[in-house]
Structures are given as C-alpha cells and as structure tokens.
C-alpha cells in the first residue's frame, strides 16, 4: 500500500472508520455502506471543526460589556478623541447622543446629552463607566445624584461594576469622592481623574488628561500636509484672559518689552469667557495653526486644554512648568512639578520655570530652519496620537483586568 493510503486509512481511523478500501482491484459487496460511513465520518469532521472554529471564535468575542454614560464634558474627549469613535447624531446639541465600538475583549457603548437622565434610559451593560463633573459644589451635587443611582444599580444587580472618570478640582480638592471608592467602604472600583491629585496610585487611582475644551465643541483635528510643511507666519501665540496679580501679566509685560509681541499672535483679554464666539473660536484655531510655538501660563492649575489644543495643530506648547496653589501634587519623583502624566510620557514640549527665559527661546526660534520645524511637528502630532492610543489602551486593560473574573483559581 502506499503511504497515502496509510495516511488516509489513519485520518479517517480517527473519525470513526475502521476498514477503507484501498484500491479497486476487487469487488466489495459493502461499498455503498463504507461510502456512507464516509459522508457520515467527514460530517463529524466537520461539525469538530465548526465547534473548533466556534469556540475559537468565541473567546476572540467580547467578554465584557461597558456603558458610558457621558454627563461632562471630557467624555467626549474620551470617546472622539481617544477612542476615535463617533456619535449619532453629529449634532451636538442633539438632546441624546450615542455611539459604540469594538475594543479588546470589550463592547463599549456611549450615551451623552440632556436626555440621559438616571432612571431614563435603558441600562445595556452590567459595567457602567460614569464621567463626571467635579469642579465646584454645584456640579458635584449633580455627580453624586449620578453615582446614587448608579449605587441603586448595583444593590439590585442590575449592574455589577462601576468605574468613574471624574473631572477633578483645579486645586486637586477631590475629598468628596473618597467615601465612593471600594477601598473606603464605597463601589467604585476604578477612579481615573484629572490633574496631578496626590492619591493617584496606579492600582485604583489614575490621572486623565484634561484634554480639548470639548465644551467649547474643539473638534478632532486630522493633521493635514500643510499643517505639517507649510511655514507659519507667527513664532508664537497666546490668545486668553489676564488675570490679575498673575504671572500672565508678567508674561505680557516680557513680549512687550522686547517688542516680541510683534513676532507673535497676542490677543488679551482681562475676563474669561466660558463661551467663544465662532469668530474668536475661528481665531484661537487659526493662530494655533499658524504658530511654531503657542505659549500656555498657568492658570488656577499648571495643566489646561491649551496645551491638548496646541498638539492637535503642530504647535508646541511652551509650559510654566510650576506647581499651582492647591492640593495638587503627585508621588512620582517629578513631586515638586506639574503634569506627571504628560512628562511620564514624554511629552516634546518646551518647559520653563519663569517667563524671562522666554526671550531666549524665541531667539532660538528664530534661527531654527523650516525643515527642522518640519520634523519637530512631525515628532509632536506622532507623539500626541501615540498618547492617545496608549491612554485608550490603558483604560481598556485596567477596565478589563479589573472587571473580568480572573483566571486564578
């Protein structure tokens, strides 16, 4: 017999099939019944092979399902600006908005708008991500009505796990939230909140960037070859309110002194504004992509949506690189200085301690050639949209190791 035939006769062999004729030299009274026991033997086979692929399958499909409910702002620098998702409608002053996406083991759904209001719409998923508002008391009233229901919830275990992004204090005054987490007795298993807060731990705790003034409808910029190529008629700008007795002013005083102000796109004013007008938003857009450097003072906190702003366009953020007044600080060994999670990262910003060395840096500007600008905004918008990918991957894993039963037995 040939080695085929033996092969054959030890593949079929093993679905069930003990004589097989291997050649036609003579007749066989049970052909037809051994051709049967085939079809049926490579029927087996085949069903072995879908349950294969099934279960194959299977654990490439989702194993967790998450609902985020949006009711602030940055979720929707989480859901279009990291997750890259979308939204129906794209009106955003839509009463209702969803959307939702495949990621990792996960199915995600997102909710926003006015309409998404507890006890109001259909709970889809038995872990829920809640974002959250926490600047001021007023919103934080509104933020535990939230996480109360979202406790309703999971007493009558219509949902089984919560995870909340919170957008923090400016001055890092997060105590309220503290009696929610699981390990003071609370529910909430993750926590992800802005600004450099001192209890980040890495374990339950993670900072978030504040990112784009979604608020203000800054949208997803796609870098475009012109944005990357084109030379920009400003060295810097800084469009926004001087405030009092700030360093703001000393930075004002600095660009005017040396007549730097005519080098760069200044536009001041001594109140802030929550709202722009579309031509001050067309404005503010303009000068970033018209800008190699757009200047970020601090405000009431170090981190602000200028600098998220900035790398959407190509234009580099040059930081006040000191730690506000507040509670704000972080455990990492940058705890006397701001932004730990941007430096942790790398960030290719130019940072300063004080605004007289600003001179200085325009002076090095100035003699920096177009094709060095060229690479330099390459390597900030790479840098920017690997930060986002890697933010998304984070909070998918730690979603995921935290919610999904662990393996160990």
């Not at 939702?100 to 199915?107: I, L, M, N």
């Not at 810097?236 to 102000?261: A, H, P, W």
């Not at 100035?366 to 690479?375: G, N, P, T, V």
Request: hydrophobic share 40%.
């Amino acid at each position: 017999t040939s080695k085929e035939g033996v092969l054959c006769k030890l593949c079929l062999g093993t679905l069930g099939i003990d004589h097989v004729p291997l050649g036609n030299e003579e007749w066989n009274p049970w052909e037809a019944d051994e051709r049967s026991e085939q079809v049926a033997a490579q029927q087996r086979y085949e069903n072995v092979l879908k349950l294969v692929q099934n279960a194959r399958s299977q654990l490439e499909q989702t194993s967790l399902r998450v609902q985020i409910w949006g009711k602030a702002a940055i979720g929707l620098y989480l859901w279009q600006h990291i997750f890259g998702g979308h939204l129906e409608p794209a009106d955003v002053t839509a009463q209702w908005r969803e959307g939702s996406q495949k990621a990792g083991k996960t199915h995600f759904s997102f909710i926003t708008g006015p309409s998404v209001v507890p006890g109001y719409f259909s709970v889809e998923a038995e872990n829920v991500v809640l974002v959250l508002n926490g600047r001021e008391k007023a919103k934080i009233a509104y933020a535990t009505q939230w996480l109360h229901y979202a406790q309703t919830l999971l007493q009558t275990h219509k949902i089984q796990h919560v995870a909340v992004v919170l957008l923090g204090n400016e001055q890092c005054n997060n105590e309220w939230i503290q009696p929610y987490l699981k390990r003071h007795g609370g529910f909430v298993n993750l926590l992800f909140v802005t600004y450099d807060y001192a209890l980040v731990n890495e374990e339950d705790v993670f900072q978030w960037p504040l990112g784009v003034a979604t608020y203000r409808n800054f949208p997803v910029v796609e870098p475009s070859w012109s944005m990357l190529h084109d030379p920009r008629s400003y060295l810097c700008n800084f469009l926004g309110t001087v405030y009092k007795n700030s360093s703001r002013e000393t930075l004002m005083e600095i660009l005017k002194q040396d007549g730097l102000d005519k080098l760069c796109w200044i536009a001041a004013r001594e109140q802030w504004q929550p709202q722009e007008t579309n031509e001050s938003f067309k404005n503010y857009q303009d000068a970033l992509l018209q800008s190699d450097l757009t200047l970020c003072p601090v405000g009431i906190n170090t981190e602000c949506y200028r600098i998220y702003e900035a790398c959407s366009y190509g234009s580099v953020p040059v930081i006040e690189d000191v730690m506000t007044l507040g509670d704000c600080r972080n455990s990492s060994m940058y705890h006397s200085a701001p932004l730990q999670l941007l430096k942790t990262m790398g960030a290719p910003f130019i940072f300063i301690k004080n605004w007289k060395e600003l001179p200085a840096v325009l002076e090095k500007e100035k003699k920096m050639s177009l094709q060095e600008k060229i690479q330099r905004r390459k390597i900030l918008i790479e840098w920017y949209q690997n930060f986002k990918a890697w933010m998304r991957q984070k909070f998918i894993n730690t979603l995921e190791n935290s919610f999904l039963p662990s393996d160990k037995g």
